[in-house]
T-cell receptor, first 119, second 111 residues
C-alpha cells in the first residue's frame, strides 16, 4: 500500500497561472481532505469530501476548487494563483467512522505534502 | 466546532516524561479527543485518541478527566526523535468535525 500520495511535490507558479494538485489514496477511504499550512501555523481545512461525487467547503475555501470524480482521487484546483496561496498543501483521508467501545475511531492519514510557491 | 488551547512550546531533556495539556472547555457530548504529531516537512501523524478516562498505546498515554474540559498527552521517556509539533483536536465522529488543528505545541527535546 502506498497510502496517500500527492502530485507534484514542488511547484512554482506565476501570479494568474492555474494548476491542479492531485491526491490519491489506495486504502478505500470514504473521506478525503485538503489542508494548507503556512509557516509557523497549524493546518487549515480548504475543502473536504465525504464520498465520491461530493465536496464541501472548509475553513478557507476561497480561490480553490475541488473534485472527487473517483473515490480514490481528490483534486485541488487553483484557477488563478495568487502570492497569498504560497503554502504547503496536505491531503488526508480517513475511513468511515468505526464505533469502538466508548468512542468513534477516526484516524486521518496524511500525504507528504506539496510545496507551492506563487511569484 | 470545539476549539482547543495548548502551550505554544515546551522543552524537555532526553529520558524525561513529557505532559502536554490541552484545554477544550466547549467540548460536546459526542466529541472525542485526538492528538497528532508533525515533523518538519511531513504531514501530521495520528498518535492517540480517546473519549474519557485513560487511553494508552505503544507510543503515548492520554488522560481525560471526568468533566472532559481538558486532556493531557503523556510521552514517556522522550528522545531527540520526539522533537515535533503536537496538535490536539476535538470533534464529533461524522462529517468534517475534528479538523481544527490550531497552532499546536512545539516540543523540543534537549540532549
Amino acid at each position: 500500500n502506498a497510502g496517500v500520495t500527492q502530485t507534484p511535490k514542488f511547484r512554482v507558479l506565476k501570479t494568474g497561472q492555474s494548476m491542479t494538485l492531485l491526491c490519491a489514496q489506495d486504502m478505500n477511504h470514504e473521506y478525503m481532505y485538503w489542508y494548507r499550512q503556512d509557516p509557523g501555523m497549524g493546518l487549515r481545512l480548504i475543502h473536504y469530501s465525504v464520498g465520491e461525487g461530493t465536496t464541501a467547503k472548509g475553513e478557507v475555501p476561497d480561490g480553490y476548487n475541488v473534485s472527487r470524480l473517483k473515490k480514490q482521487n481528490f483534486l485541488l484546483g487553483l484557477e488563478s494563483a495568487a502570492p497569498s496561496q504560497t503554502s504547503v498543501y496536505f491531503c488526508a483521508s480517513r475511513p468511515a467512522v468505526t464505533l469502538l467501545r466508548d468512542y468513534a475511531y477516526n484516524e486521518q492519514f496524511f500525504g507528504p505534502g506539496t510545496r507551492l510557491t506563487v511569484l | 466546532l470545539a476549539k482547543t488551547t495548548q502551550p505554544i512550546s515546551m522543552d524537555s531533556y532526553e529520558g524525561q516524561e513529557v505532559n502536554i495539556t490541552c484545554s477544550h472547555n466547549n467540548i460536546a457530548t459526542n466529541d472525542y479527543i485526538t492528538w497528532y504529531q508533525q515533523f518538519p516537512s511531513q504531514g501530521p501523524r495520528f498518535i492517540i485518541q480517546g473519549y474519557k478516562t485513560k487511553v494508552t498505546n505503544e507510543v503515548a498515554s492520554l488522560f481525560i478527566p471526568a468533566d472532559r474540559k481538558s486532556s493531557t498527552l503523556s510521552l514517556p521517556r522522550v528522545s531527540l526523535s520526539d522533537t515535533a509539533v503536537y496538535y490536539c483536536l476535538v470533534g464529533g465522529p461524522t462529517g468534517a468535525n475534528n479538523l481544527f488543528f490550531g497552532t499546536g505545541t512545539r516540543l523540543t527535546v534537549i540532549p
